[in-house]
């Protein structure tokens, strides 16, 4: 899956007014499809997002992540995130921006940074789960080719996890030259931020928030983070690579 499709149920072309699903993007951009009467767009109209569904249920990882944890997660955290994504998005009347490109912005306003990065990193989040899933024979070459083994991968993902300081993610990213690596961020930062400390093109998110696994791991951070390496689409991580 590529990033059209992942942002898919994500972001509809805002005019102000109730829009069907025939309309949700066919592209990254809030821009009308051609059929839509253009003329019904404010000029102010600001980009909104919408929480993208998630296919496989709030019970499709009972030994991984709790239902509770899950619609919690989901329901309250990525649907707040978003509403006030929207709103500061409408208070800074941007508009005609995909997510990326919003989060690459110069400067970002604290509001936009929290939430726009809240709801950019929970959509790729729940995109990269799966109840079941493998690494193809072609991923597992190159995750030995930049980290030196699958097993070096992982303990490396795990530790860029525990290690994180308080709320944030870790990450797996591609470089402008095409080799991945591994990084965290605070908050509800992301490698395409420009105040990360080490940008890049992320491919895999893991939420390590106490809101992500709290109620069945309590202070167990680790734990958490070796199970959910099992529950990982890497079919679709791989997809992200370009
Ligand atoms: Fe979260």
Redesign the pocket.
């Known amino acids: 899956m590529n990033k059209r499709k992942f942002l898919k149920n994500t972001l509809i072309a805002t005019t102000g007014m109730t829009v069907t699903p025939t309309i949700l993007l066919s592209s990254c951009k809030n821009e009308p499809k051609k059929e839509e009467n253009m003329e019904a767009t404010p000029a102010s109209a600001a980009t909104t997002f919408t929480l993208p569904e998630i296919p496989y249920g709030y019970t499709a990882f009972p030994d991984t992540i709790d239902a509770m944890t899950m619609e919690i997660?989901h329901s309250k955290?990525h649907q707040g995130y978003t509403n006030k994504l929207n709103a500061a998005l409408e208070a800074a009347n941007i508009s005609g921006k995909t997510i990326e490109e919003i989060l690459m912005m110069d400067d970002l306003p604290t509001a936009i940074r929290n939430n726009g990065g809240g709801f950019y990193n929970?959509s790729l989040y729940w995109d990269i789960l799966t109840p079941g899933g493998a690494m193809s024979d072609t991923f597992k070459a190159k995750i030995t080719e930049d980290f030196g083994s699958e097993e070096a991968f992982k303990q490396q993902l795990a530790d860029a996890g525990s290690k994180r300081f308080g709320s944030g993610w870790a990450w797996v990213c591609q470089d402008a030259d095409k080799k991945l690596h591994i990084c965290s961020t605070p908050n509800q930062d992301n490698p395409l931020m420009k105040v990360s400390e080490r940008m890049g093109t992320p491919i895999l998110g893991i939420?390590v928030?106490e809101?992500?696994y709290y109620l069945k791991y309590q202070n167990k951070r680790g734990e958490y983070l070796q199970n959910i390496i099992n529950i990982i689409n890497w079919e679709k991580v791989e997809a992200r690579m370009s």
């Open positions: 997660h955290h929970h939420d928030w809101h992500a």
